[in-house]
């Protein structure tokens, strides 16, 4: 990183986090800081996003990948919000978003404790 550049990491989309996600994630954050250099861990930031989904976007992947809806389209876990440009999505619910970011933050901290989380929402 000679340029001076910090670099960014974008740790999204999150979803909920069961057992067999959280050891995705754990090897994946393990990998990130093996593969980089020092100098490159120093400047690491994070951005992390969890889920939000949408109707026509759900159709959609209903086509594509219906297996993979099932983990992202939970509406038991979910509830609606409007976008700040007027359309209508749906991300978990409050309580449960903060206990599933927590819980992801703590995994970045303990796995990646190089990786500096600039916002996560």
Same mark, same amino acid.
């Given at each position: 990183?000679?340029?001076g550049h910090w670099?960014?990491?974008?740790l ?6 069961d ?6 994630w754990?090897?994946?954050l393990? %990998?990130? =800081?093996?593969?980089?250099s020092?100098?490159? @861990?120093e400047q /690491?930031a994070? $951005?992390?996003?969890m ?6 976007l759900?159709?959609?992947n ?7 809806e099932?983990?992202?389209?939970r ?7 409007? %976008?700040? =440009?007027g359309g209508l999505n749906?991300?978990? @619910?409050r309580g /449960?978003k903060? $206990?599933?970011l927590?819980?992801f933050?703590?995994l970045?901290e303990?796995r990646?404790p190089?990786?500096?989380?600039r916002?996560?929402?």
């Amino acid at each position: 990183m000679s340029c001076g550049h910090w670099r960014s990491e974008h740790l999204d989309t999150v979803a909920e986090p069961d057992a067999d996600r959280l050891e995705d994630w754990r090897y994946l954050l393990e %990998s990130l =800081g093996d593969a980089a250099s020092a100098a490159t @861990r120093e400047q /690491l930031a994070a $951005e992390v996003v969890m889920l939000t989904h949408n109707r026509p976007l759900h159709e959609v992947n209903l086509r594509w990948h219906p297996r993979a809806e099932d983990l992202l389209w939970r509406p038991e876990l979910q509830e609606a919000k409007r %976008s700040e =440009g007027g359309g209508l999505n749906i991300r978990y @619910r409050r309580g /449960l978003k903060r $206990e599933l970011l927590d819980s992801f933050l703590a995994l970045v901290e303990t796995r990646a404790p190089y990786l500096r989380v600039r916002y996560a929402f």
